[in-house]
């Protein structure tokens, strides 16, 4: 698929006011996912099912770096790419999952890749899975280096977050069983290693976040869990664990909430301040519902709240993927929720995303919009399967402070799949074929950072 850009400028399709000032409230963050130190955000897409020199599911990362006018220079990653370690080989997947933060301290964001399926050998052990990381600098990403093997645990893929989980002032790599203290070396190696880390009690991890969710001023790690088994009324049990960040480290999970749903198409989980008074939220996606939870107070949003346009049905999997980000500038930070299954105009899973604004009393549904591939100025058509809404991610492609909707479609042209930028200067889609790959079943858009 070729980029296609709208005449629509995308901050009036997203129904934001040109010129607003964000409020007084908004504290300013350093860029998330500034590979270039340019002063804009680069979007990511791990692209795990990609086809890379005639090897199936070799997998890459695709990268559209940020610019004054929005989305810019694309260019991808693969195994075979010039200093990143490794080879290409069939089925292993790289790109599976990926995680942004500046782990060397050097001012530029640099990108964790994991390949979950690839095989190899340390110290006379079979491994399953290797984790990546692709070094930040003026140029962009460049050269990689594999994290090194801790002694326990086979397993070297899963989902990580980045955070300052000690106060210290270095960024930090978290993940089931292990946190990775920085600053890094750029030969993978941490200041220090915690083993036995969890982040849950006795349920099944199905999502990470990390965020200030207490307001100290130290990264906490935020777990969605979900019960192995069904209880009496076939549903699930899930539960939101927090693990608090301290000047010791990260300490024991506490359940925050818990609630029952019906077998969700996926889950999701986010944080964000979306109500403007410093410490983030927590957003959980599940079921068919969006549940924010502050402080002891949750908000259950659906399609049948007020304000949030259609109306919850069977099938529907509103909130199965959410993301947090100030879209329209107003201090406050919005929800962008994928419903990926939504049906409309006869299309069976043709699929949508809303954005859920924040406020001072949080986000209500008021003033919600919806969009699919037939919403004027989005490029594409809608179509049954395309799964529109299946991934989403906020970045700040122009420096404008406001975060502009990332969107995917893993379905798209018979499994090809395809990303919507949702840009200041309009709104972009690319594909495989954008950075001269097989598009053929490569599912683009399957993976954005945690």
Do not use: C
């Not at 490794?86 to 999952?97: I, K, L």
């Amino acid at each position: 698929m070729s980029v296609r850009r709208s005449l629509v400028v995308a901050l009036a399709l997203l129904g934001a006011t040109v010129g607003a000032t964000p409020l007084a409230h908004a504290q300013s963050q350093p860029l998330r996912q500034d590979f270039n130190g340019d002063g804009y955000e680069d979007q990511v897409t791990g692209v795990p099912a990609g086809q890379v020199a005639g090897k199936k599911r070799a997998g890459y990362v695709a990268v559209v770096y940020g610019s004054a006018v929005g989305p810019g220079t694309k260019k991808v990653y693969t195994q075979a790419s010039p200093g990143v370690p490794g080879s290409v080989e069939s089925h292993d997947m790289f790109g599976a999952h990926l995680a942004v933060g500046d782990l060397d301290g050097d001012g530029y964001a640099d990108l964790l890749v994991e390949t979950d399926n690839e095989q190899w050998t340390h110290e006379g052990i079979a491994r399953d899975g290797n984790r990546i990381v692709l070094w930040g600098g003026p140029s962009g990403l460049s050269s990689g280096s594999v994290l090194p093997v801790l002694t326990t645990g086979l397993a070297q893929g899963g989902t990580s977050v980045t955070g300052d989980f000690d106060g210290d002032g270095h960024l930090d790599l978290a993940k089931k069983g292990e946190v990775r203290f920085g600053p890094f070396g750029r030969d993978g190696a941490a200041a220090s290693v915690r083993q036995g880390a969890e982040f849950t009690t006795h349920h099944q991890t199905t999502d990470l976040a990390a965020g200030d969710t207490d307001g100290d001023g130290i990264t906490d790690v935020v777990a969605l869990a979900r019960d192995y088994d069904r209880g009496e009324d076939n549903q699930y049990a899930y539960s939101v664990t927090v693990a608090r960040g301290s000047h010791d480290g990260l300490l024991p999970p506490t359940v925050v909430t818990s609630f029952r749903t019906a077998e969700p198409w996926q889950e999701s989980l986010a944080v964000g301040d979306v109500d403007g008074d410093g410490p983030a939220e927590i957003v959980t996606g599940a079921g068919n519902d969006i549940r924010v939870l502050d402080g002891g107070t949750e908000r259950i949003i659906t399609q049948n709240t007020p304000g949030v346009p259609g109306a919850q049905e069977k099938g529907d999997t509103f909130g199965a993927v959410v993301s947090v980000g100030d879209v329209d500038g107003d201090g406050y930070g919005d929800i962008v929720a994928g419903n990926p299954t939504e049906d409309f105009a006869g299309r069976t899973d043709a699929g949508i995303f809303a954005v859920v604004p924040g406020g001072p009393d949080g986000p209500t549904g008021a003033g919600t919009r919806a969009f699919s591939q037939s919403s004027p100025g989005v490029p594409g058509s809608a179509e049954a399967g395309d799964r529109f809404g299946g991934r989403t991610d906020v970045v700040d492609s122009d420096g404008d402070g406001r975060a502009e909707p990332v969107v995917s479609a893993i379905a798209e042209n018979d499994w090809a799949g395809a990303v919507w930028l949702f840009g200041p200067k309009g709104t972009v889609s690319v594909g495989s074929g954008s950075f001269g790959m097989t598009a053929a079943d490569a599912r683009f858009g399957d993976r954005f950072p945690e």
